[in-house]
């Protein structure tokens, strides 16, 4: 069945580690976003990709930085987590056609940092 | 530029009686529009969009929304509420600041919470 990956769903981790969240499509949507969520539930949009090697900030500037190398997959990364990083953080993907762009969201990864 | 206001942060109602949540919307062209649902600790489930045609979209789960374009308007509403709708409810606009040129602008979320 065709979705959308997240790993891991939960992370506690030390300040000033290198921390990696994985997202993986199997729709072969071309276009990929990160969305942060604050504990106040709102969504913003902090990265996304038209497409491999197509990377782009979001309207919420953010620490973290993302790769698009293959189609299917869309890593997040954090060089040096700190407690202002703490969220939850949830991947989606889209087809590049689409025209009115229907998201389609992976279950989270909800990261915790100490 | 796009926008889109949910008006209620929290609605609290019995269950199996009817419900409606409220969004408004601006833009300055035309525009998409969608209602998601979160339950706890998952993502986001899409629960009905207005691309075009009819004003009145049906989703799952029995609900449906009707798009409004003089109030700029697209409220959800469901007849009959059950224990199982309790959730955190998205309206989305497609396009905007917070949407990365193809992205979706979200509303800030209205949380549904079901009484017995």
């Known amino acids: 069945e065709a979705d959308i990956y997240q790993t891991p769903r939960y992370l506690v981790i030390g300040t000033g580690k290198k921390i990696t969240l994985e997202c993986s499509q199997t729709m072969g949507h071309d276009k990929m976003y990160w969305y942060q969520q604050d504990p106040g539930m709102e969504l913003h949009l902090i990265h996304y990709s038209y497409g491999v090697n197509s990377t782009e900030k979001g309207d919420l500037s953010s620490e973290s930085t993302v790769s698009r190398i293959r189609t299917e997959h869309f890593p997040l990364t954090l060089e040096s987590a700190r407690p202002s990083h703490t969220s939850q953080y949830l991947c989606?993907?889209?087809?590049?056609?689409?025209?009115?762009?229907?998201?389609?969201f992976g279950a989270g990864s909800r990261l915790t940092v100490l | 530029a796009q926008s889109v206001t949910q008006l209620d942060s929290q609605v609290p109602v019995f269950e199996e009686a009817p419900v409606e949540l409220r969004c408004n919307y601006s833009s300055s062209v035309s525009v998409y529009l969608f209602w998601y649902v979160q339950y706890p600790n998952q993502g986001l489930q899409l629960l009905l969009k207005?691309?075009?045609?009819?004003?009145l979209v049906k989703g799952i789960n029995g609900f449906e929304a009707e798009f409004n374009k003089s109030q700029t308007s697209f409220h959800l509403r469901k007849p009959s509420v059950h224990i199982s709708d309790t959730a955190e409810y998205f309206c989305a606009v497609s396009g905007g600041p917070g949407g990365g040129a193809d992205g979706l602008t979200f509303g800030k979320g209205t949380h549904l919470i079901i009484q017995p």
């Open positions: 207005y691309l075009s045609g009819s004003t």
């Open positions: 989606a993907s889209s087809p590049q056609f689409s025209g009115a762009n229907v998201l389609t």
